[in-house]
């Protein structure tokens, strides 16, 4: 899997030398925009204390849930690969896993940003394979001990103007703070309210999350009451600390609308442990219309990410715990889903809802229809499993003729892996490009308007869809 593909500067553009052509131009408009990542998962702490990287294994395969699930599925045990419980592998043995392992990518969407980050990041320009493993180990080593090698030195040279990660919602947000005050940081790192272990009555430590919410901004107050007045004053909190979003990693995209009072008998049976499975689903999806009606209310843009059925492997959840590469999509339904939300909030003045998917069988049947009439709503850049070429291409070819550009939130990378994000931008705006230029080819689109389009597809709308 050759490395030096990655840097041909035609990599991800049209075949056709005539679109391609008109997708070179297009790129060149944009490639040197700042990079805009209203979603991810990096921690703030790490920008704020500078941290050093770990080494390469530790960096680059044993966090990463996309790289060991494939590597797993070859036949590798993942106790090879990352930390499971009490046991912690070799990190250069885990590197010489991964070389032998590197053909597997091919074609993949993590082959792709990992062979653009180890030309780009970390200049390497040979094969990677069992034969390099080690050479390649002691290179990168060697880059991650220099000093401009640093989150604060690689956030400039990225070329990242908004980082926003994904917050608790009891978290101090100290190291926001000190971003936030400190004048030689150039760049916005913003929190973001991620409630659901707070909202979903399933989660192994809600009552206990419940209890400490309630205890700490409660106002005192106890039962369901106290528990809404909690959440709504973290949200403000996080409202003051330069968050513009509550994110929503959901099971379905469930909505219900239901009085107070029954909102408070589930609420009871669930802390006295007597809910039932249906009370579970009904309760998140009461506390997803009380987080739409909040949004409302503080200004804070909603996203959700359903579909995924997480921890599908119970015996590798038990080692190796949540995010080790077992969750796995499934279908989903919107229309009827969403709709009490949409009902009351969907033309609500400066709401903004942003719908993400795993299932791409609702992207031309629902999610552009409900974007296409309703204000509130915008799509959700193609996530998780969806946000790779191919995929982003049947997105945009799913959406557009019904939702235009305007109503898409602009690419997320959703990532924990710092050093990937400019590779992920990077294809994002090449396949914009590409699917640009086949229309401005196809005489639907003038190649002018196509320019303007594609400066507002990367940096108009994520400003614009999450308030920046």
């Not at 590597?71 to 930390?83: F, N």
């Not at 579970?280 to 995924?308: C, K, N, W």
């Not at 119970?314 to 919107?334: L, M, V």
């Not at 009902?343 to 609702?362: C, P």
Request: charged share 25%; net charge negative.
């Amino acid at each position: 899997m050759s490395l030096s593909i990655a840097a041909n500067p035609d990599r991800l553009l049209p075949a056709d030398p005539g679109t391609r052509s008109i997708a070179r131009d297009l790129l060149q408009r944009v490639q040197d925009l700042p990079i805009i990542s209203p979603h991810g998962h990096v921690d703030a702490s790490v920008i704020e204390q500078n941290t050093p990287f770990p080494d390469p294994a530790a960096l680059l395969v044993s966090p990463d849930h996309y790289v060991t699930r494939l590597i797993h599925a070859s036949g590798v045990p993942l106790d090879r690969l990352r930390e499971s419980t009490g046991s912690q592998p070799d990190s250069r043995s885990v590197w010489r896993e991964f070389c032998r392992a590197w053909p597997l990518f091919e074609g993949t969407a993590s082959g792709y940003w990992l062979r653009t980050q180890f030309s780009s990041v970390f200049g390497l320009a040979g094969e990677l394979g069992a034969d390099t493993a080690d050479a390649s180990y002691d290179a990168i080593s060697a880059k991650l001990q220099e000093p401009g090698f640093r989150p604060r030195e690689l956030f400039k040279d990225f070329n990242i103007e908004v980082l926003a990660t994904t917050d608790d919602p009891l978290d101090t947000l100290d190291s926001h703070k000190a971003i936030a005050q400190d004048s030689t940081f150039h760049g916005r790192v913003l929190p973001t309210f991620r409630p659901d272990a707070y909202l979903n009555i399933a989660h192994p430590a809600w009552a206990e999350n419940v209890d400490r919410l309630i205890a700490a901004a409660g106002d005192g107050g106890t039962g369901y009451g106290a528990y809404l007045t909690a959440l709504e004053n973290r949200r403000r909190y996080f409202v003051d600390h330069g968050a513009v979003s509550a994110d929503h990693g959901v099971r379905t995209p469930a909505t219900l609308k239901l009085d107070a009072a029954d909102a408070a008998k589930l609420f009871d049976r669930a802390r006295s442990g007597t809910a039932t499975a249906r009370d579970r689903d009904d309760f998140e999806a009461h506390m997803m219309y009380q987080m739409a009606r909040m949004s409302v209310e503080d200004g804070l843009v909603m996203t959700i990410h359903p579909g995924s059925y997480r921890n599908h492997h119970e015996p590798t959840f038990t080692t190796f715990g949540a995010d080790t590469g077992h969750d796995i999509p499934f279908a989903i339904n919107y229309t009827e889903a969403i709709r009490p939300v949409l009902q009351d909030f969907g033309t609500a003045k400066d709401f903004h809802l942003v719908l993400f998917t795993l299932d791409e069988t609702v992207f031309s049947r629902e999610l552009a229809p409900l974007a296409g009439f309703y204000p509130s709503v915008y799509l959700g850049a193609p996530w998780w499993f969806l946000d790779a070429p191919d995929a982003m291409l049947r997105f945009r070819s799913a959406v557009t003729e019904t939702a235009g550009f305007s109503r898409s939130s602009g690419f997320i990378d959703d990532t924990r892996a710092f050093c990937s994000i400019p590779a992920r931008h990077d294809a994002s705006r090449r396949i914009e490009a590409s699917f640009l230029a086949r229309l401005v080819a196809e005489h639907r689109v003038s190649e002018e308007r196509a320019h303007e389009l594609i400066v507002d597809i990367v940096d108009g709308s994520p400003r614009r869809v999450f308030k920046l």
